[in-house]
């Protein structure tokens, strides 16, 4: 089955430093999913990246899928106390919805 | 709307113990999932369901049994608790919308310890 793998597994910023988590791929995705996780709490849904080399944008967030839909990454501009927890990505588009996650970056912001 | 919901949130079981953990959603989905997770291996899909009535092994099965007699509910039970199913468990519903993926919401998550 579809698989993919996360880097880096941990990452320690301070306030206002900024933050890349990646996705990788060796098989061309259909879509891909991140998710947020704060500590003790539980997955909540960020985006959903489809079309070959999309960007999107979410206020301080930026997701992009690979133009050859292998690979995906999630930067946060200026992070800030609020963005700690973990951020998963997922592939899907396997049957009934089903999603692959990855082993999940994370983040932890130093004030 | 309560969205996913999971009980108990917590519980400690000894080796050999059975137990189940209920999921309910009020959204009318008609896919539910139960995930495992665990440090370091994010979240692992153990099973799921695509309709009442309905059921399917994900990549993590074994140990686990599963029921959806009703549309709302997905139970998650373990026939004879190991400590390898100490865990937190989450369960996911989405909607069902076919040809393409759907966003999945989460429910609080059980934290289960086996000893």
């Known amino acids: 089955g579809q698989q993919v793998m996360q880097i880096p597994q941990y990452q320690h910023v301070q306030e206002g430093e900024d933050f890349t988590t990646y996705c990788n791929s060796s098989t061309t995705l259909s879509n891909i999913q991140w998710y947020k996780q704060r500590p003790g709490g539980h997955p909540v849904f960020l985006i959903q990246l489809v079309k070959s080399g999309e960007v999107k944008k979410q206020k301080r967030l930026t997701f992009q899928f690979g133009e050859a839909k292998k690979n995906s990454s999630l930067h946060i501009t200026a992070t800030q106390t609020t963005d700690v927890g973990t951020y998963f990505c997922?592939?899907?588009?396997?049957?009934?919805?089903?999603?692959?996650f990855g082993q999940g970056t994370i983040l932890t912001v130093h004030p | 709307n309560a969205g996913v919901t999971q009980t108990p949130k917590f519980r400690v079981l000894k080796t050999g113990q059975s137990m189940t953990l209920l999921c309910a959603q009020d959204m009318n989905h008609e896919y539910m999932y139960w995930y495992r997770q665990d440090p370091g291996m994010g979240l692992r899909l153990i099973h799921y369901s695509v309709g009442e009535g309905t059921t399917a092994k994900g990549e993590v099965p074994d140990g686990y049994n599963v029921s959806r007699l009703k549309k709302q509910n997905f139970l998650l039970g373990l026939e004879s608790a190991a400590p390898s199913q100490t865990s937190v468990y989450f369960c996911a519903s989405g909607l069902g919308t076919s040809g393409r993926t759907d966003t999945q919401y989460f429910g609080p998550g059980t934290r289960l310890t086996v000893l």
């Open positions: 997922a592939c899907g588009g396997t049957s009934y919805g089903k999603l692959t």
